[in-house]
């Protein structure tokens, strides 16, 4: 008689080394959820929520939405269209939940097969680009030790949207040459935007992320129109259905797995974003080496990465992807290649 994976979930308490703030403040919760599935045979495939409040989320939402989830269940895991399309109609809006099954069950396929998630795609991992290292809102003081802490990185990614913008572009760049790409997180106006640019530009800033509020798809037509460097979609892509609109706005988009909900979501993004000529980038929550391994699976796709959400934690449970140096380098265990520490 076939038998439902079983499903179990816990919380996961995360500690980042420094407070992580962006434009719209700190992030206030650093709990994740560990999600397992586990098949006859006692295999199992692991995934992790990154709730968002941002984007409707918590940890016991999560909690409670895979509670409901229990009951969809599929008997096959390889059986994945098909289950993610009706774990989409039972909870469309949990899409850090729906994340960590969808991780968990590709983790189980590559266990069952015997193959790393890469190989099964049919990826070069050496094809990955480097990965970015975030730099948060933070005084002077401390923005001056976390540039020499990210030591290692060579591309750091500034958090912008606050009105010492100025300011922290230039202790940044007093402090090192390395390439810097900027993420304001929603945190301006098209006049603010337009008129950052040409600091941006005297800074050697190489990409801007969300320089607008998600919704301000003209006002990010405008932005990209004056930009000489790539403006990048963040909040304003969740799915694979905002991509058009926002075909001739942008130059390109970020994927999260919290925001999109799936990795063959994700997939699904790559291609219609290339389709249309864009630049793909992929990124991370707060999240552990579990979360960030799944994501990590699919950098040889894509063109852009920040992938550091592990590498802030002082905690981490997990043994994955690794970002050290930039260079993103991908386990080679089945499956996600993920285990505990
Ligand atoms: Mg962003």
Redesign the pocket.
């Known amino acids: 008689m076939s038998q439902h994976l079983h499903l179990e979930a816990e919380i996961l308490d995360l500690r980042t080394t420094h407070p992580f703030v962006i434009a719209r403040g700190g992030q206030s919760d650093d709990r994740t959820i560990w999600v397992r599935l586990r098949d006859r045979d006692g295999l199992e495939g692991w995934g992790e929520a990154a709730a968002s409040r941002y984007y409707g989320e918590t940890p016991e939402s999560v909690l409670s939405a895979l509670n409901v989830y229990v009951s969809g269940m599929p008997t096959d895991p390889f059986d994945l269209e098909d289950t993610e399309r009706r774990w989409v109609t039972t909870l469309g809006r949990n899409a850090a939940a729906r994340a960590a099954l969808s991780a968990a069950l590709h983790d189980l396929v590559g266990k069952r097969l015997g193959v790393p998630l890469y190989r099964l795609w049919g990826l070069d991992p050496a094809k990955a680009p480097r990965s970015t290292f975030t730099i948060g809102l933070d005084t002077d003081e401390r923005i001056r030790a976390k540039v020499h802490e990210a030591v290692e990185y060579p591309i750091l990614k500034v958090k912008l949207g606050t009105d010492r913008d100025r300011r922290i572009l230039e202790t940044i760049r007093e402090a090192t040459d390395k390439e810097l790409r900027v993420?304001a997180?929603g945190g301006w106006t098209v006049k603010r935007a337009i008129r950052m640019l040409p600091l941006l530009e005297e800074f050697n800033v190489t990409v801007l992320?969300?320089p607008l509020p998600p919704s301000d798809l003209e006002g990010l037509a405008a932005v990209t129109r004056h930009a000489r460097m790539p403006v990048i979609a963040?909040?304003s892509c969740l799915t694979v259905e905002d991509i058009p609109p926002l075909v001739g706005k942008v130059d390109g988009i970020?994927i999260k797995l919290a925001k999109c909900g799936s990795l063959r979501e994700a997939l699904r993004m790559v291609a219609v974003a290339r389709a249309h000529g864009m630049l793909v980038m992929v990124?991370c929550m707060i999240e552990s080496s579990l979360g960030i391994t799944a994501a990590a699976h699919l950098t040889p796709l894509v063109d852009l990465v920040d992938l550091d959400g592990a590498a802030l934690l002082s905690n981490d449970p997990f043994v994955g992807a690794t970002i050290a140096g930039g260079h993103v380098a991908l386990p080679e265990g089945p499956g996600l290649g993920v285990r505990a520490r």
Do not use: A, L
């Open positions: 993420d997180n992320e969300q963040d909040e970020n990124g």
